[in-house]
């Protein structure tokens, strides 16, 4: 579904992505793991038409992808950004229409938002309310409603987990899941390795901009390697 060959990209005199190379086939989800400044938000980033590669292609259901963000979301690839970026001063609810923004089809809207507030039910009880004025719980839950607001079949999801209480990070791994069983397809961004390998079908490790070591998700959770530089006591204690 997606195909990444040989990216490279660069700003600022730094090179963030050394010839990444990656796929994801419909309906898994496929996490990439990684320390910070390894290149992983930079690469959702390109995916999704924020940053432009000095060279690579991206392919999407057999075809190049636009290098427009509107046109990206047209083909159907929607982005969870890290930090939720929700507008602050905007309602709950006027932010999950932001996300259908590009759509006409009036009927489908109004039955997706009701999707959304199913999924979400604190964000139906705080449709009203400024965004600014979320939990970052409940600003997570909206940056995920939003994205689903597209009605875009495949997700790109950075840092989901990053901020919240265990309770919380529980549940937004619940509804990853739930996503995936909605026909979603997912390319995950955590840095909590151990709740990524979880839920994913496969996963990659990037360091250093370029991609070290793949295979599934159940493989990577038991190689000594991975789990010395990135579960920690977690994979002894198995929570």
Not at 38 to 58: D, E, H, M, Q, Y
Not at 174 to 199: C, D, H, P, W, Y
């Amino acid at each position: 579904m997606l195909e990444v060959q040989n990216l490279h990209v660069a700003y600022g005199g730094i090179r963030a992505l050394k010839g990444v190379s990656l796929s994801v086939q419909k309906g898994e989800i496929v996490t990439i793991i990684g320390a910070n400044g390894a290149g992983k938000s930079t690469l959702l980033n390109t995916i999704s038409g924020f940053l432009k590669p000095v060279r690579g292609s991206i392919l999407y259901n057999g075809g190049v992808l636009p290098r427009r963000p509107d046109l990206i979301v047209k083909s159907g690839i929607c982005h969870v950004p890290e930090g939720r970026l929700v507008f602050a001063n905007l309602s709950v609810q006027d932010n999950l229409m932001l996300g259908a923004y590009l759509r006409s089809d009036k009927k489908a809207i109004q039955a997706d938002l009701e999707k959304v507030f199913a999924i979400f039910p604190r964000l139906r009880e705080r449709r009203e309310q400024r965004a600014g004025t979320l939990s970052g719980g409940e600003q997570q839950m909206l940056a995920m409603g939003r994205a689903l607001m597209t009605n875009g079949e495949f997700i790109l999801m950075d840092e989901p987990s990053l901020g919240l209480a265990p309770l919380l990070v529980q549940t937004v791994f619940e509804i990853i899941e739930r996503f995936r069983s909605m026909g979603k397809t997912i390319l995950l961004v955590e840095q909590n390795a151990f709740k990524a390998l979880q839920v994913a079908d496969r996963a990659y490790i990037l360091e250093q901009g370029r991609i070290v070591k793949e295979g599934s998700a159940r493989e990577l959770a038991r190689d000594p390697a991975v789990k010395e530089a990135y579960l920690g006591s977690r994979s002894r204690s198995g929570g």
